[in-house]
C-alpha cells in the first residue's frame, strides 16, 4: 500500500524559514518523480513544486519560485521542501503527492503550515 | 499558463441521479505521443484529493465504475451515475501537460 507522510506542520512567523518532509513508501520511491502542491484555508489547489525521480530535473510554481527549494533523498525515501521567506499568503495543507506517469495518483495526508505574527 | 475552466461551481442531486461537470483548458492537452494529460479528483470533506480518472477516460484502481470521463483536446466531462452520498465533496479537473500544473477551480457535488 502506497503511503505518504508528511511532517513540520507548524505556526511562523513572516520572513521566517520552515521545512517539510514527506517519508514515502509501498513503492520504489526512487523511481519516481514526486510534487509539493497547496491548498490554502477554502481554496482550491495549487501545485508548487516537481522534482525528477533522480533529482535531475526541479521545476516551481512563479508564486514560490526563488524561495522554496524541493529535494529528495532516495536512500531514506524522503521528500522535502524547504520554506524561505514565507508570507502569509504561504499558510496552506501543503501535500506531497506522487507522479503516477500521467497524473499524480497519490496524495499524503497533508500538513498544515501558518504564516502568522 | 494553460488555465482550466470547469462548470458549474456546485450541483445538487438527488441520489440515483447522475450529474456531469465539465472543464475546458486553455489548450489542447494532447501531446505528440498521444496521451492527452487530464485527471480527474475528489475531494471529500477534510480529505486529501483522490484520483478518480486519468487520460481522460481511465478508472483509476479501485474507483467505483459510476464515474466515467470523455471529452478530447480542450473539452472533458466527468460523469457520475447514480449518485451516492459518498460522492458529496468537491471534484477538480487537472492538466498534467506542462507545468506550472494547473487545476480547475472545483465543482461541489452536494446531495439534495
Known amino acids: 500500500e502506497v503511503q505518504l507522510v508528511e511532517s513540520g506542520e507548524g505556526l511562523v512567523q513572516p520572513g521566517s524559514s520552515m521545512k517539510l518532509s514527506c517519508v514515502a513508501s509501498?513503492?520504489?520511491?526512487?523511481?519516481?518523480?514526486m510534487n509539493w502542491i497547496r491548498q490554502a484555508p477554502k481554496k482550491g489547489l495549487e501545485w508548487i513544486a516537481l522534482?525528477?525521480?533522480?533529482?535531475?530535473?526541479?521545476y516551481y510554481a512563479d508564486s514560490v519560485k526563488g524561495r522554496f527549494t524541493i529535494s529528495r533523498d532516495n536512500s531514506k525515501n524522503t521528500l522535502y521542501l524547504e520554506m524561505n521567506s514565507l508570507r502569509s499568503e504561504d499558510t496552506a495543507m501543503y501535500y506531497c503527492?506522487?507522479?503516477?506517469?500521467?497524473?499524480?495518483?497519490?496524495w499524503g495526508q497533508g500538513v498544515m503550515v501558518t504564516v502568522s505574527s | 499558463d494553460i488555465m482550466m475552466t470547469q462548470s458549474p461551481l456546485s450541483v445538487a442531486v438527488t441520489p440515483g441521479e447522475s450529474a456531469s461537470i465539465s472543464c475546458r483548458s486553455s489548450?489542447?492537452?494532447?501531446?505528440?505521443?498521444?496521451?492527452?494529460?487530464l485527471s480527474w479528483y475528489l475531494q471529500r470533506p477534510e480529505k486529501s484529493p483522490q484520483l478518480l480518472i486519468y487520460?481522460?477516460?481511465n478508472l483509476a484502481s479501485g474507483v467505483s465504475d459510476r464515474f466515467s470521463g470523455s471529452g478530447s483536446g480542450t473539452d472533458f466531462t466527468l460523469k457520475i451515475s447514480k449518485v451516492e452520498t459518498e460522492d458529496v465533496g468537491i471534484y477538480y479537473c487537472?492538466?498534467?501537460?506542462?507545468?506550472?500544473?494547473?487545476f480547475g477551480s472545483g465543482t461541489k457535488l452536494e446531495i439534495k
Open positions: 487520460q481522460i477516460s
Open positions: 503527492a506522487k507522479w503516477g506517469g500521467s497524473s499524480v495518483d497519490y
Open positions: 509501498g513503492f520504489t520511491f526512487s523511481n519516481y518523480g
Open positions: 522534482i525528477y525521480y533522480d533529482s535531475s530535473s526541479k
Open positions: 489548450k489542447s492537452l494532447l501531446h505528440s505521443n498521444g496521451i492527452t494529460y
Open positions: 487537472v492538466q498534467f501537460l506542462e507545468v506550472p500544473l494547473t
